[in-house]
Nanobody
């Protein structure tokens, strides 16, 4: 089992920044690819960004490329999502997830463990 706890969400004005953190415990963190997803009210959960187990490879969804950066610190068992130039349409609950995978998964069914989510609200 892997336990994931997100933090860092909050209310921010458009154009502002937030950094989300996801602390992992349980099994060896570096064995897992890590991803961030988000879910807005009335919408399906969607992929945001992911990072490989080593941190050497990352991938982000088109709408956040150039604004969001995913990274990880395996020594701290933590994955981060730096979010800059936030827009009202980024408002959602953000979830981190872990996948026992050597690739970078981009769909929800490829992930094995999920956090409880953290709310991000961007005001216009």
């Amino acid at each position: 089992q892997v336990q994931l706890v997100e933090s860092g969400g909050g209310l921010v004005q458009a154009g502002g920044s937030l950094r989300l953190s996801c602390a992992a415990s349980g099994r060896t963190f570096s064995n897992y690819a890590m991803g961030w997803f988000r879910q807005a009210p009335g919408k399906e959960r969607e992929f945001v960004a992911a990072v490989s187990w080593s941190g050497s490879m990352t991938y982000a969804e088109d709408s956040v490329k150039g604004r969001f950066t995913i990274s990880r610190d395996n020594a701290k068992n933590t994955v981060y999502l730096q979010m800059n130039s936030l827009k009202p349409e980024d408002t959602a609950v953000y979830y981190c997830a872990a996948a026992a995978s050597i690739i970078i998964p981009t769909t929800t069914n490829q992930y094995d463990y999920w956090g409880q989510g953290t709310q991000v609200t961007v005001s216009s």
